[in-house]
């Protein structure tokens, strides 16, 4: 199982990014997805979740209204459109999948960097 | 919401001593549903343990985990000078999962 997050970067509050997620070594299309953050110095937050089909979406309170998580299954690719950045959305984003079933986070891939700052 | 609390904060020991890292959830959920995780500096997060005390794949048996309810625990029988790490622990019973806020372990 392999994940690779891109699209990080310095982003103004206010504006916008887009991150993405080439996943690679399971059946992408069968998996529900998670994409997972860590402030500087900070603990693990969950961010958003997407269902295997794309047919549902859930968000942590703090990223509600202004991101949005979605999915390309024919690129094996995971998205999230991040909009009306906050300095406090400064974080490494890792995109995150229960590959073997289980509920559990067994694949995470490396993070990208988003800080958000004038 | 379901929320998680990991005592202490930091645990401070030696090579070779045992560590006893404590995680509760403030509603009692299934143990089929907690896992603990191991982080470096600069690396993502490794998953250790699911549905409370299952090891995953390549986690060496040092490392077990136990409880139920709203009481769960991690235990390092001997530590190896690369168990220093800071441990979260994580509920998922639902697609909205929480995690702890983590527990240090240095070295004394």
């Known amino acids: 199982v392999q994940l690779v997050e891109s699209g990080g970067g310095v982003g103004q509050p206010g504006g916008s990014l887009r991150l993405s997620c080439a996943a690679s070594g399971f059946r992408f299309s069968s998996y529900g997805m998670h994409w997972v953050r860590q402030a500087p110095g900070k603990g693990l937050e969950w961010v958003a979740f997407?269902?295997?089909?794309?047919?549902?979406?859930h968000y942590g309170d703090s990223v509600k209204g202004r991101f949005t998580v979605s999915r390309d299954n024919s690129k094996n690719t995971l998205f999230l459109q991040m909009n009306s950045l906050r300095p406090e959305d400064t974080s490494v984003y890792y995109c995150?999948?229960?590959?073997?079933?289980?509920?559990?986070?067994?694949?995470w891939g490396r993070g990208t960097v988003v800080t958000v700052s004038s | 919401e379901i929320v998680l609390t990991q005592s202490p904060g930091t645990l401070s020991l030696s090579p070779g001593e045992r560590a006893t890292l404590s995680c509760r959830t403030s509603q009692s959920i299934s143990s089929s549903y907690l896992a603990w995780y191991q982080q470096k500096p600069g690396q993502a997060p490794r998953l250790l343990i699911y549905g409370a005390s299952s090891r995953a794949t390549g986690v060496p048996d040092r490392f077990s985990g136990s409880g139920s309810g709203t009481d769960f625990s991690l235990t390092i029988s001997r530590l190896e000078p690369e168990d220093f790490a800071v441990y979260y622990c994580?509920?998922?019973?639902?697609?909205?999962?929480?995690f702890g806020p983590g527990t240090k372990v240095d070295i004394k």
């Open positions: 997407i269902l295997f089909d794309g047919s549902k979406e």
């Open positions: 995150v999948v229960a590959s073997a079933g289980r509920g559990a986070f067994d694949a």
């Open positions: 994580q509920q998922y019973t639902t697609s909205r999962v929480t």
